[in-house]
């Protein structure tokens, strides 16, 4: 493991060998910045495990759905124009994803309080998990600089990933919202997994 030099925690266990695709940052410095650690996970390689809280008094834990088809969508911010639609689309799609044997799961960097508010007005059928010391966000390397009103801003990349078994299996990077959840059903149908796993 490469040392940064600054005050680091680990956040994420890492896995040898893996190359391209997903980065795995493990340490922050002093400015609550990830370090990457030149670490790379591929399609087909398994994720590292992660635990967040989730809406309904829940806790979320990766390696707790190793049997199931997940869906996991990253998005900004509760309640923003864009977020709302790409919520409402999955919603829209439930019962075609639940069909397919696939959980959906949404992340951002809002508190559960917020997640829940969120969730009941829009009636996601789905949790939404609060990544608040963005832990998954790290692991997924969705944390960009975006420009905002003429300023640099950390923020996440509107992303999606799907996970079988526990392995990564497709990915979405800088998703457009018109028509994605749409995009992610036809991906899971085309793994031939009919009915519900587990």
Request: aromatic share 12%; with cysteine.
């Amino acid at each position: 493991m490469r040392k940064t030099g600054a005050h680091c925690r680990p956040q994420v266990y890492l896995f040898p060998s893996l190359s391209s695709a997903i980065a795995l940052p493990g340490f922050f410095n002093n400015n609550g910045i990830v370090n990457s650690l030149d670490i790379y996970m591929n399609l087909n390689q398994a994720i590292p495990d992660f635990e967040l809280p989730a809406t309904g008094n829940k806790q979320f834990k990766l390696s707790q759905h190793s049997s199931k088809l997940l869906v996991i969508y990253f998005y900004p911010k509760d309640s923003t124009p864009g977020c709302t639609s790409e919520g409402q689309q999955f919603r829209d799609l439930f019962a075609e994803f639940k069909a397919a044997g696939v959980e959906i799961f949404g992340i951002s960097r809002d508190s559960v309080k917020s997640h829940e508010n969120f969730k009941a007005k829009y009636g996601f059928p789905f949790d939404l998990l609060a990544d608040t010391e963005e832990i998954a966000c790290g692991l997924f390397g969705v944390i960009k600089m975006k420009n905002m009103y003429g300023k640099q801003v950390r923020g996440i990349e509107r992303s999606t990933f799907v996970i079988e078994h526990g392995l990564l299996r497709r990915e979405w990077r800088a998703v457009k919202v018109d028509g994605h959840p749409g995009e992610v059903l036809e991906f899971v149908k085309s793994l031939g997994k009919s009915v519900t796993h587990g």
